[in-house]
Nanobody, 125 residues
Framework: QVQLVESGGGLVQAGGSLRLSCAPSGRTPLSIYNMAWFRQTPGKERDFVATISYSGSSTRYADSVKGRFSISRDNAKNTVYLLMNSLKPEDTAVYYC?????????????????WGQGTQVTVSS
């Protein structure tokens, strides 16, 4: 069982930046997992944001964040990041970190095996 913990959320003005972090609560090495960020607003589905391969060599992004968000990982620090620039009010959501034990990148929520508890990001206009 992998327990993930997100941090770095908060309140920011439109146009600002935030960096989210995701790390396991125990000693589980994240380096064996493809990792992703999803986000969810009340009453809506949890949507894909970005994913990164276990090595960090491959990434994919949702069209809505492409060019503004960047996913990265530091396997030595056992941490995955989501750098969010040029934030918009519509980016307001709870952001979740997820892990997927596979060689193939996927944007499908149901494919992810482990999830964090989420961190709130609020972008004011």
């Amino acid at each position: 069982q992998v327990q993930l913990v997100e941090s770095g959320g908060g309140l920011v003005q439109a146009g600002g930046s935030l960096r989210l972090s995701c790390a396991p609560s125990g000693r589980t090495p994240l380096s064996i997992y493809n990792m992703a960020w999803f986000r969810q607003t009340p009453g809506k589905e949890r949507d894909f944001v970005a994913t990164i391969s276990y090595s960090g060599s491959s990434t994919r992004y949702a069209d809505s964040v492409k060019g503004r968000f960047s996913i990265s990982r530091d396997n030595a620090k056992n941490t995955v990041y989501l750098l969010m620039n040029s934030l918009k009010p519509e980016d307001t959501a709870v952001y979740y970190c997820a892990a997927h034990n596979s060689y193939a990148l996927t944007i499908t929520r149901a494919s992810y095996d482990y999830w964090g508890q989420g961190t709130q990001v609020t972008v004011s206009s």
